[in-house]
């Protein structure tokens, strides 16, 4: 309650005092209410039916009134939105600004400035856009466009526009109301098309963003575009050289001077390290960041996405208005909603086209009797108006039982109107064509009304035919912890199991090891009778007796193809089938055989590649076969569902299966990287290239303590990246280079060995178990130098030599031990990089193959 006091004066002579009582919290509480409801009905938040928000509305409207085809200023086109808009031409610029930067609606000329540099747009006086063809196919029909007065009352604008196309979530929108907001993220024009033809298919569709940045984007927490959701975007950074990362892409919302800030800011605050950081973005965006020496590359990768806006998080919020109503809902909602309104629309828009259809050929199939008939002589006596319809009306009486309608007296009238120009050059023939074509068109409504749906999945199709090129996904979708904690996990335990008892786990350690793993690791198990179990890794974990195999299970792996053979025990048929377990509920026993009562498996392998092979089948020497040993090629056998029944072998018994070749990787080969900082390989182009590996290649380890280890190039494997000293693509004619000390013996060797052992899995050492042995060089280059400081003589002189190790010793065994390195007191060695000069092929640069530079008798030591 407030009081206000008024002094008044009558004649001069006294003042009274008026104390006037005003009530304002109940109008205080209607204004805002009204206020709030304004903010989010007419500014803030689109309308589900046409996408968009009154001033995007107005503008479309005020741009299809002026459309001429040509371009125009948009200076005169924020004037001629202002007679619907009563906000001003501040807010109207900048909505048209926005749309036209989306380039769906709205076609631009000029300098709109640019979302991923943050410039803004020239003023409107200087720039031109026009209605794009899409918007022109999609938004605007009169003759389905409720209308009401403008603001003023002088002109009319459309309630909603008639948009038959879901484009809220083409355009994307966001908005602050009084006490809601919304954001809705803009998705893939293409992929929205797909989305709308399956749910009109009846399926469930699950739609997600694009970004006109493009970049990376995790979407595993998007929750369907409603409220608690959040998606993780990166910039896409590529490591030009160790000494060079460049970002390609931004994330959606930052700036690439904005970017550039962060990245400034966490290098003040000592969370990265870089030398400079330059932005040369031009047609596509280029910032380039120099690292000072000794500085990995990938190490800095991470934490520019840890530190800086290379990662941002969005929380999307889909909040749209329904009948003057704002809703929450998921953008999947909001598409099944939008498309069936298109359909509806397109509906309309049939019925319409019908109905003119319908009169065109009525008045036509009139037209034609009147002339052909010459009705109109029936008029040439009458003298009163009346009397010419009534002429007329008798006239038509024969012939309206051939007519689709009654006839009126606007038809008629519309009769009288024909010249006689028109009467006397009136075509027969041409009259049938054109009543035949009607028919045929109206047939043709007809048929795409009866079947609507399939009319709609056209017009779709259409639009995607007509406008979708060039609207690609420009956001690859990207899990960016999809190894979680399992592939950081070190590998401390190692993986055992007993066969005959049915056990695994660490703790067996008295079992065969079957290999390293984490405590975070979820173990396969397959068994003989063709049944199998994921289950997490524990020190003992009882599966069933008689397994056939075991290993560390990867989640959806597609590439780790299982090659099996089993026997029905029911019917005695022997099968082939070919499976991959891409995903499974832990502790659940699954069967292999389909629907057999009982099986048996007569041949099992896991081929982490896919590999194809070749097995020789011998049958029982008592059955009727007339072939009892034969091979069976696994190549020609289909990839299926783990629960497939498979292919039929042969139903006579089986003695033994073995294999007799291994074939080529169904998947073909596979670019693997090796990432130190984690110890662990990967396809996403993270660490050192290993190379391209098929079904048969292996990786070598040297570590650190003089040992090697061949390995499978699993992505599953673990490697203790602090011990390794090189990892890389076997290669049976690798020579290995190696200095180190012979506790023993109490002397420096220098050797040089291939790999001669295929043992995968199993470390051996290559220097002396002594435990004063050490390894102190080892390199795999053609030609590895080294700097010798050593001292000679009584007088302990201090000397330096290169030494070409090459020329100290020949390629000898692993175990041999080597040539003495020098006669002299060893001091140190340091190893160096000869910079040769070689010639590459024609058009091709000089490379740095495994980390040596192309040069000129140049050395560097590392």
């Not at 965006?285 to 990995?296: A, K, T, Y």
């Not at 009654?406 to 064509?433: H, M, Q």
């Not at 030599?801 to 140190?828: P, S």
Request: hydrophobic share 35%.
């Amino acid at each position: 309650m407030a009081t206000n006091d008024i002094k008044t004066s009558g004649n001069g002579n006294n003042g009274d005092v008026l104390h006037d009582l005003i009530h304002v919290d109940g109008l205080y509480q209607n204004w805002f209410l009204d206020y709030a409801s304004y903010v989010i009905l007419e500014r803030a938040v689109p309308a589900l039916y046409d996408g968009l928000k009154p001033v995007q509305r107005r503008i479309l409207h005020a741009m299809k009134i002026m459309d001429d085809g040509r371009f125009h200023k948009v200076a005169n086109i924020i004037g001629q939105t202002m007679q619907f808009h009563p906000h001003g031409d501040a807010a109207i610029g900048d909505a048209l600004v926005n749309m036209g930067q989306k380039e769906l609606l709205i076609e631009p000329q000029g300098n709109w400035g640019d979302i991923r540099t943050g410039d803004r747009a020239a003023a409107p006086r200087y720039i031109e856009a026009r209605l794009s063809k899409f918007a022109l196919e999609v938004i605007f029909n009169p003759q389905t466009t409720a209308w009401q007065l403008s603001y003023d009352g002088r002109k009319n604008e459309p309630v909603l526009l008639p948009v038959k196309f879901p484009l809220v979530l083409a355009q994307g929108t966001e908005g602050i109301a009084v006490g809601l907001a919304t954001k809705i993220m803009p998705h893939n024009f293409i992929e929205i098309i797909d989305a709308s033809i399956e749910v009109l298919k009846g399926n469930e569709t699950a739609i997600l963003p694009d970004f006109p940045t493009g970049g990376l984007a995790d979407f595993s927490n998007y929750n369907h575009g409603q409220r608690a959701g959040k998606i993780r975007v990166r910039a896409r950074i590529e490591s030009h050289d160790k000494r060079l990362l460049i970002i390609r892409d931004i994330p959606y919302g930052t700036t690439t001077t904005g970017l550039m800030d962060s990245i400034v800011k966490a290098n003040d605050n000592g969370k990265i390290k870089i030398k400079k950081v330059v932005d040369n973005t031009a047609q596509d965006v280029e910032i380039q960041i120099e690292l000072p020496s000794g500085v990995s590359p990938d190490v800095t990768i991470d934490a520019l996405y840890a530190f800086t806006d290379c990662e941002v998080s969005i929380s999307p919020n889909c909040c749209i208005i329904i009948d003057e109503k704002p809703c929450f809902m998921s953008v999947d909602e909001v598409l099944r909603i939008s498309t069936a309104q298109t359909m509806q629309l397109l509906k309309k828009e049939l019925e319409i086209r019908l109905t003119e259809l319908a009169e065109k050929w009525h008045f036509s199939s009139l037209e034609k009797i009147f002339i052909e008939n010459r009705i109109y002589r029936d008029i040439e006596e009458c003298e009163a108006w009346e009397a010419v319809l009534a002429a007329i009306d008798r006239g038509l009486a024969p012939f309206k039982k051939l007519l689709k309608r009654e006839v009126t007296t606007d038809d008629i009238i519309r009769l009288t109107e024909i010249r006689i120009k028109r009467i006397s050059k009136y075509n027969t023939f041409k009259a049938d064509g054109l009543i035949r074509s009607l028919d045929d068109e109206m047939k043709e409504v007809r048929h795409n009304l009866k079947y609507l749906t399939e009319y709609a999945i056209r017009y779709f199709e259409r639009l995607k035919e007509k406008f979708g090129k060039g609207r690609e996904r420009r956001t690859e979708i990207r899990r960016f912890d999809t190894i979680a904690v399992q592939q950081v996990a070190v590998a401390n335990q190692k993986l055992y199991v007993n066969r005959a008892d049915g056990f695994i786990g660490y703790g067996l350690k008295k079992d065969e090891l079957i290999s390293e793993c984490s405590e975070l690791d979820d173990v396969i198990v397959f068994l003989r009778n063709s049944t199998f179990k994921v289950v997490k890794i524990a020190p003992k974990v009882f599966i069933g007796k008689d397994i056939i195999y075991a290993s560390v299970w990867k989640k959806g792996d597609e590439r780790r193809i299982y090659n099996m053979v089993y026997r029905n025990l029911e019917n005695g048929k022997s099968f082939i089938k070919r499976f991959a377990v891409k995903s499974i509920t832990r502790d659940r026993e699954y069967n292999l055989a389909g629907n057999a009562g009982g099986a048996k498996v007569l041949y099992f392998t896991s081929n982490p590649n896919g590999e194809t092979e070749v097995v020789t089948v011998t049958l029982n020497s008592r059955c009727r076969a007339r072939n009892k040993v034969f091979d069976l090629d696994f190549a020609g056998i289909a990839i299926k569902g783990r629960s497939s029944q498979g292919n039929t072998v042969t139903k006579y018994p089986v003695t033994k299966i073995v294999q007799k070749k291994v074939g080529e990787s169904t998947f073909g080969d596979l670019d693997i990287w090796y990432d130190p900082t984690i110890g662990r390989l990967n396809t996403d182009n993270r660490g050192n290239f290993l190379g391209t590996f098929d079904s048969h290649d292996l990786i070598l380890a040297l570590y650190k303590d003089g040992s090697y280890q061949l390995t499978e190039p699993e992505l599953t494997n673990h490697y203790e990246h602090e011990a390794i000293e090189i990892l890389l693509k076997f290669d049976a004619k690798t020579v290995i280079t190696a200095v180190h000390y012979d506790g023993a013996k109490k002397h420096h060797y220098v050797k040089r060995f291939r790999i001669e052992t295929q043992t995968l899995g199993k470390k051996f050492s290559y220097i002396s178990d002594h435990r004063n042995s050490r390894l102190l060089f080892v390199s795999v280059a053609d030609q590895p130098h080294i700097v010798l400081d050593y001292e000679k003589g009584r007088n302990r002189e201090r000397l330096q030599e290169l030494i070409n190790l090459t020329e100290l010793i020949e390629i000898k065994g692993w175990r041999a031990i080597g040539n003495r390195l020098t006669m002299y007191q060893f001091v140190t060695l340091k190893p160096i990089e000869i910079h040769l000069q070689k010639e590459n092929p024609p058009g091709e640069k000089n490379r740095k193959p495994d980390g040596h530079a192309s040069g000129n008798g140049q050395i560097e030591l590392l």
